[in-house]
């Protein structure tokens, strides 16, 4: 498998040491900047000894190297300010993702694409309608980071391991997200058994604010540890055919009622993309809130074709 990472920032060259460490495929990490994606993938390759695997990742400022990649994953773009919502990229974002996308769509027709870059949903949308690609074979990795932080925070309050938790987060990436309280078990039992619904209205708003409490904290940059094991999680479901169900920015046409946009859902995936989207049993607020955050993302996408 040839897996090509667009933009050599922080959350995409994590992504690619943890998929070439993995061993999932031969990596490409291209970035325009001169000389930056080389020198990660350079010191990379140094650590091979030292990690005792024997992985290849080679690094480029010349896009055209991603040409009949299997797996193009896309972080290119600018990262968020404090203070700044994931909306006000959008702008400076979409020409970044234009000029990508294109040549995507040029030199890697049959590749499956993860959008990485933010407004996430928006991006995603907007690189569906610039590539034309197979819904199935272009998707935004999304509510998959937003749930880990769901699940993460919990665990924190319960004292208990995060894998003895279940936990479900849809809709936008970002502050438009919509976790589901109602679907958490801990070691399968639900979460009101755990605690108080007061205390999980504020698991879900420290959620919601996760992504602006770490660009807050950092004072520059944004969030990339999490980002980059949550691409790393999708790519490995791909390349190994798991079949599993992850949470993801996929296009409904229909399903939830939503018709011709992108929004967070669960998806089962494999070696050919979302082989099916997964409908949950939501209530009639919670479909309404879903479309309403569709409906934005459709609209903000239309405005950067005018």
Excluded: W
Excluded at 50 to 64: A, C, E, P
Excluded at 104 to 123: F, G, Q, R, S, W
């Amino acid at each position: 498998m040839k897996i090509s990472i667009i933009g050599a920032g922080n959350v995409g060259s994590l992504a690619a040491m943890r998929i070439a460490a993995d061993g999932l495929g031969d990596v490409l990490l291209m970035d325009v900047v001169k000389g930056l994606a080389l020198g990660k993938a350079l010191d990379l390759e140094d650590a091979r000894p030292l990690l005792k695997s024997n992985y290849s990742i080679k690094g480029s400022d010349d896009i055209i190297q991603i040409k009949d990649s299997d797996i193009v994953v896309v972080t290119a773009g600018l990262a968020r300010k404090p203070g700044m919502t994931r909306e006000e990229l959008l702008v400076k974002n979409a020409r970044i993702l234009k000029d990508v996308c294109l040549k995507i769509k040029e030199l890697a027709k049959a590749a499956i694409v993860i959008i990485v870059t933010n407004p996430l949903d928006i991006m995603t949308f907007y690189a569906l309608k610039l590539t034309d690609f197979k819904p199935s074979k272009l998707f935004g990795m999304g509510i998959s980071l937003d749930t880990a932080r769901f699940i993460n925070l919990i665990s924190q309050e319960l004292h208990l391991p995060a894998a003895d938790i279940e936990a479900q987060v849809v809709g936008a990436h970002g502050e438009g997200m919509l976790a589901l309280p109602g679907l958490a078990k801990v070691k399968g039992v639900s979460l009101d058994k755990f605690i108080s619904e007061d205390k999980i209205e504020s698991l879900i708003s420290r959620t919601v604010n996760r992504g602006a409490q770490i660009v807050a904290s950092l004072g520059t940059g944004s969030a990339f540890f999490a980002p980059s094991a949550a691409i790393a999680s999708i790519v490995k479901t791909i390349v190994k055919d798991e079949k599993r169900t992850i949470g993801l920015c996929s296009y409904l046409n229909g399903q939830y009622g939503i018709k011709d946009s992108c929004i967070g859902v669960p998806c089962r995936i494999g070696k050919n993309g979302i082989e099916q989207i997964m409908e949950l049993d939501l209530s009639a607020g919670q479909l309404a809130q879903l479309a309403k955050s569709a409906a934005a993302v459709a609209q903000a996408t239309a405005k950067l074709f005018v």
